[in-house]
């Protein structure tokens, strides 16, 4: 083994996700089933904690390893490899969220048309129950509807940084964003979770007090 080869092993002497994405390119599709089997969960959580649905989640998954399989032709170790495919998984997410919101626009019209307000307000009732969540205390449920309210340009860097545990450096290479920018979303991220979970809690906490009178 040249010395060249061994300085771009990680320790362990496993492959890095740079040199298995090379040979993807050079139609190793075991390589690829490697690149697979190293990111498959990571990829579906980060869509988890974005789109808020499981079953959407797992198909931007598998469409983000497609594209990436198709681009594998053309990949150059020009940034991390982990940096690439969470930035195509993000903008994947991304084009999922603005059809949704064209989806609950055309929602919303159809009810204005029809002059049924009460459409809307299932609709919105069923999206969000969180005296039902409190109830059943589904605290990991209710923590991530407060995550989901959050508007795109905050979500994102607070599921990278705090759910995929990414650096600031990472996360601002794969949003094309400085890293004051990143941190100061995230910081603001999280201080609007806090602001919508506060009341829950306390309303839980006061209704466990009371119960015990």
């Known amino acids: 083994m040249t010395r060249d080869r061994g300085e771009l092993l990680p320790r362990g002497g496993a492959e890095s996700d740079e040199q298995l994405m090379l040979r993807v390119g050079q139609g190793d599709k075991s390589a690829f089933d490697e690149i697979v089997k190293r990111y498959t969960s990571r990829m579906v959580n980060l869509a988890y904690q974005i789109v808020g649905e499981r079953e959407l989640a797992q198909d931007v998954a598998q469409e983000t390893f497609l594209r990436a399989y198709k681009s594998a032709a053309r990949y150059r170790e020009i940034s991390k490899f982990s940096t690439w495919l969470y930035t195509i998984a993000i903008n994947l997410c991304r084009n999922e969220l603005r059809r949704r919101k064209f989806r609950m626009y055309s929602l919303e019209g159809m009810a204005e048309r029809e002059d049924d307000d009460k459409l809307r307000i299932d609709i919105a009732d069923e999206s969000r129950k969180p005296d039902r969540d409190l109830e059943k205390k589904e605290i990991g449920k209710i923590v991530r509807d407060a995550v989901e309210m959050l508007p795109e340009k905050f979500k994102t860097p607070l599921v990278l940084r705090d759910l995929q545990e990414l650096t600031y450096e990472e996360i601002g290479g794969i949003l094309d ?25 306390e309303r839980t906490d006061g209704e466990m007090t009371n119960d015990g009178l």
Request: charged share 30%.
């Open 177 to 201: 964003l400085p890293e004051g920018t990143v941190k100061s979303r995230i910081n603001r991220a999280r201080l609007r979770v806090k602001e919508i979970l506060t009341p829950l809690f």
